[in-house]
């Protein structure tokens, strides 16, 4: 069964609103979580890297504020994007992993901007 | 940095033939993950690679690491149409914390036709 939860699957917003998606580690304690972006036809590109507990280190390019990324726990992992626009139109995909565990990856988000 | 360099990109290929797909980088990396898509979902992970010399097969997939040459190969044997789907590989680098960032090629779309 899936180790790490993602919510929500689908979502569709309009411009100039936030959303927020949820990355849930299910049955071990993530100490570090990565969020990705796919875009249509693209690999994976890494956007932050969260620790539990800490700020979260940003991939060159990546806006931070626009980004906002919490890790409060060791299970739970958000990524906020605010103000989106059509542009943030994306595949969100985020992983966890811990120790020498390999990353498993949640179901990822389709996010759509009107 | 950390480059990843998979190829082909794209693969067309008939039902009961044998291809290879590569995967070469750039920095030394002795974890290396092989990864396969289908289209709208996230990652499904196929191999973990661990070491120099290492061999893994399931089923008609069968990948290798050679950590010397900074190569790993994933090897189709007899393929069928359900092989069908974009395959990744990704080189882990030790991001601390006990867990691993990921950098993902640019994956191979594979199509097997009848």
């Known amino acids: 069964g899936a180790v790490v939860s993602q919510h929500p699957s689908w979502v569709i917003c309009k411009s100039g609103t936030s959303v927020k998606i949820e990355c849930r580690s299910l049955?071990?304690?993530?100490?570090?979580m990565f969020w990705y972006r796919q875009f249509p036809k693209q690999s994976l590109m890494l956007m932050a890297t969260?620790?539990?507990?800490?700020?979260?280190?940003?991939e060159q390019g990546v806006e931070k504020d626009k980004f906002l990324i919490n890790h409060a726990s060791l299970t739970l992992s958000t990524l906020t994007v605010t103000s989106a626009h059509p542009e943030d139109s994306s595949f969100y995909i985020c992983s966890a992993g811990s120790g020498n565990s390999p990353l498993h990856f949640g179901n990822g988000t389709r996010l759509t901007v009107t | 940095e950390l480059k990843v360099e998979q190829n082909p990109l794209f693969l067309s290929m008939q039902e009961g033939k044998n291809y290879t797909i590569y995967c070469n980088y750039s920095t030394t990396s002795d974890r290396l993950y092989w990864y396969r898509q289908d289209p709208g979902k996230s990652l499904e992970s196929l191999f973990v690679l661990l070491s120099n010399g290492a061999v893994k097969q399931e089923g008609r997939l069968m990948a290798s690491l050679d950590t010397k040459a900074r190569l790993s190969t994933l090897h189709i044997t007899a393929a069928v149409h359900d092989l069908s789907a974009t395959y990744f590989c990704?080189?882990?680098?030790?991001?601390?914390?006990?867990?691993?960032?990921?950098?993902f090629g640019k994956g191979t779309k594979l199509s097997v036709i009848p």
């Open positions: 969260s620790n539990e507990g800490s700020k979260a280190t940003y």
């Open positions: 990704a080189v882990a680098e030790n991001s601390g914390a006990g867990s691993y960032q990921l950098t």
């Open positions: 049955d071990f304690q993530a100490t570090t």
